[in-house]
């Protein structure tokens, strides 16, 4: 079954008592929330997400909820809870949908030490990946966003999960948050995408959310080899640079661009090795997203020829 499979009304409930179950990758979530606004967004946009099977065990049990007491009734907020806890101060309820987005990243970039966690976004077409590393700016969502729009398969847009026994990227392909002018470059780069409602004055500026495309979402337990690392940087007006990058500074930007790399230490180190070696590795200068799919289209067609 999917999230589509449920009434707005069941899903609701489901919410509101015990929580929804829903997958996304190799992670099962049980999200509670008593906001109305909250449970009809996320039936649209969890829609193609599966629900776990009976007896699977929830990795993260999270809510976004009207926080108790006062500060119930002085001023709508909603908070974000993790096993019952509140990490994180409440938000506007308005905000409710994106702070509950946040919180799962949040969680993974805390928890999920058992597998490598690169800050990069991924795509994957023939079963090779191609990984984005970047900092906040850079453009590595409307990059991405663009590409799953292209004939690629969307990993992640926030972490490339390596599995330490052999390397192998796994997906995490839950919806991307694009930010500010981002939003309506994919609009008129694909007006077919599926995108929320934009959430205007967030703690990231304005934020709205696209579904992956659905062949995506049903491939969520298919991993892909690593293949390529590029570093994209979206500057106005630039004409488009795709120039190989020397291994040895790729490593070091992948290895800092790691949520825990000091905390799998040498196995770390292993595996950001073995994928640069085995990698191709550019650094992308773009101000036109046509010009850069059809740049790194070409280095897939490359490989495939």
């Given at each position: ?8 009304r069941e899903l609701g ?74 990490p994180f ?217």
């Amino acid at each position: 079954m999917i999230v589509g499979d449920l009434s707005l009304r069941e899903l609701g409930k489901q919410l509101g008592a015990a929580g929804l179950a829903i997958q996304f990758g190799p992670f099962n979530l049980t999200i509670r929330s008593n906001l109305e606004s909250f449970a009809s967004l996320a039936h649209r946009l969890y829609e193609p997400y599966p629900l776990p099977g009976p007896g699977e065990i929830a990795d993260f049990h999270v809510g976004i909820a009207s926080p108790r007491g006062l500060r119930r009734w002085v001023r709508r907020q909603a908070s974000f809870t993790l096993d019952g806890q509140s990490p994180f101060a409440p938000y506007t309820v308005e905000h409710a949908f994106p702070a509950l987005e946040w919180g799962i990243n949040w969680c993974v970039a805390t928890r999920a030490h058992h597998l490598l966690m690169l800050h990069s976004a991924g795509i994957e077409r023939n079963g090779l990946a191609m990984l984005f590393p970047a900092s906040p700016g850079d453009g590595k969502s409307t990059l991405c966003t663009a590409l799953i729009h292209s004939g690629w398969r969307l990993m992640s847009d926030e972490f490339g999960l390596v599995r330490p026994e052999d390397g192998m990227l796994l997906p995490l392909p839950r919806l991307i948050p694009l930010k500010n002018e981002s939003i309506d470059v994919i609009r008129r780069f694909r007006p077919e995408a599926i995108i929320g409602p934009a959430f205007l004055g967030t703690r990231k500026g304005t934020v709205a959310h696209v579904r992956p495309p659905a062949e995506s979402i049903r491939r969520a337990q298919e991993a892909a080899r690593p293949r390529w690392f590029v570093f994209p940087r979206w500057i106005a007006n630039a004409p488009l640079a795709l120039e190989p990058m020397p291994k040895s500074r790729a490593f070091l930007m992948v290895a800092t661009n790691a949520f825990n790399y000091e905390v799998l230490d040498e196995t770390a180190f292993r595996l950001v090795a073995e994928m640069v070696r085995t990698s191709d590795c550019y650094s992308l200068s773009y101000s036109d997203l046509d010009e850069a799919v059809a740049a790194l289209d070409e280095l897939s067609n490359a490989v495939d020829g």
